[in-house]
C-alpha cells in the first residue's frame, strides 16, 4: 500500500516562503507524474503543480504560476513544492499524489496558512 507523506507547511507571513516535501513510500515518484494540490476550507480540491516522470515536463495553475516550482529529487524518492511571494489566497491544506488522476490514497496532508 502507498503511502504519501507530505510536510513543511507553516504559518507565514503574505510575500513569504515555505518548501513543501512529499514521500512516497514503496513506490519511486520518479516514475511517475506528480502533482501537488491544495484545499482551502469550503473549496473543491484543486491541482497547483505537476511534474512528469523524471522531471522532464512540468504544469501550474494559472494562480501560482511564476511564484511555485515543483521539482524531483529521485535519489531522496521526494517531491517539493517551493512556494514563494505567498499570498493569503494560498491558505489551504496541500496534498501530494500522482497527477492528473488515478491517484492512491490521499496522505494527510500539510497545512500552510498564509497571514499577517
Known amino acids: 500500500q502507498v503511502q504519501l507523506v507530505e510536510s513543511g507547511g507553516g504559518l507565514v507571513q503574505p510575500g513569504g516562503s515555505l518548501r513543501l516535501s512529499c514521500t512516497a513510500s514503496?513506490?519511486?515518484?520518479?516514475?511517475?507524474?506528480m502533482g501537488w494540490y491544495r484545499q482551502a476550507p469550503g473549496k473543491q480540491r484543486e491541482m497547483v503543480a505537476s511534474i512528469t516522470s523524471f522531471g522532464i515536463n512540468t504544469k501550474y495553475a494559472d494562480s501560482v504560476k511564476g511564484r511555485f516550482t515543483i521539482s524531483k529529487d529521485n535519489a531522496k524518492n521526494t517531491v517539493y513544492l517551493q512556494m514563494n511571494s505567498l499570498k493569503p489566497e494560498d491558505t489551504a491544506v496541500y496534498y501530494c499524489?500522482?497527477?492528473?488522476?488515478?491517484?492512491?490514497?490521499w496522505g494527510q496532508g500539510t497545512q500552510v496558512t498564509v497571514s499577517s
Open positions: 499524489n500522482r497527477a492528473p488522476g488515478n491517484w492512491y490514497d
Open positions: 514503496t513506490i519511486s515518484s520518479s516514475v511517475l507524474t
